[in-house]
């Protein structure tokens, strides 16, 4: 395996997909004066940089429990396939790269880059003092949508900050159902999450509520976006796609956890970006 493919596979580069689409709604709902090819290039390197900054000191932070778990024991770092010093320098030139980016998108970019990286490269610390982690990693994640919308618009509006409480949210949700397939590993070594302290079926309750409010959230955002009626027709797609999600889930069947998690998040990410394109320019 060459070594660029061993990084992408450090970083899951191809979860890519779940946070790219949001930045590009942020894009295309603040575009005033037409398309930038320009901008929409910078909010994809940004967009990249930041997310391979952040899963590669999530690698690092988390190389002693990734070891010690037999689901994660042959990640890259753990089995010596990517050196800690390759992971280190990895992870700051992606820091470089995010930053030279924003310089060039535009100024408020540039200045609220640092906040942005703040989320990214403390995320991965949260799950050893607070069950909420989900929630902080939702957060982080709905700063796709926000940058993408200040590059476009040089400004911040409450239509993105609702899409933004969508992402986080539905994130959280989801990564609620992800961490039952490591909650008895996470009890034995002392770290925290809601499968941890709410058990199988609290984790499935409140994955259900925070999927619902992330629904509510989505709907108020269309509704301020004054998109088309035609998009409500995406947010029906939306709410079956998470029915299927709930219901693939079983927490005694990792492929299903992983099914459930990528596949079915994925499709949301696409029928969203599609939902709101077509809203706002095809009604």
């Not at 949210?169 to 609620?176: L, M």
């Amino acid at each position: 395996m060459s070594s660029f493919k061993k990084f992408l596979n450090m970083i899951k580069f191809e979860h890519t997909i779940f946070a790219l689409p949001f930045a590009y709604i942020g894009v295309f709902m603040g575009f005033k004066h037409g398309f930038s090819l320009k901008v929409f290039i910078l909010v994809t390197i940004a967009m990249a940089s930041a997310r391979s900054a952040a899963m590669a000191l999530n690698r690092i932070v988390d190389l002693k429990y990734d070891a010690m778990n037999e689901r994660t024991k042959d990640r890259e770092l753990p089995a010596g396939k990517i050196k800690l010093g390759e992971a280190y320098a990895f992870t700051f030139l992606s820091i470089v790269v995010f930053e030279i980016t924003t310089y060039f998108i535009n100024d408020l970019a540039f200045k609220l880059s640092p906040i942005a990286l703040f989320f990214v490269l403390t995320y991965s610390y949260t799950k050893r003092f607070t069950s909420m982690c989900h929630l902080y990693l939702g957060f982080t994640d709905a700063i796709a949508p926000l940058g993408g919308y200040v590059a476009a618009s040089d400004s911040l509006s409450l239509p993105i900050w609702l899409l933004a409480g969508f992402v986080s949210f539905w994130i959280a949700g989801f990564d609620i159902l992800y961490a039952l397939q490591d909650r008895e590993f996470d009890k034995s070594v002392g770290l925290r999450s809601i499968p941890v302290s709410f058990g199988v079926k609290g984790s499935l309750f409140l994955a259900k509520l925070f999927h619902v409010v992330a629904f509510l959230f989505l709907i108020f955002s269309m509704y301020l976006f004054s998109l088309y009626p035609i998009a409500y027709i995406g947010s029906a797609i939306v709410v079956v796609l998470l029915f299927i999600e709930h219901k693939l889930v079983d927490p005694n069947d990792p492929k299903k956890i992983n099914l459930a998690f990528f596949d079915m998040n994925s499709y949301i990410s696409i029928v969203l970006l599609i939902t709101f394109l077509i809203g706002k320019y095809y009604g």
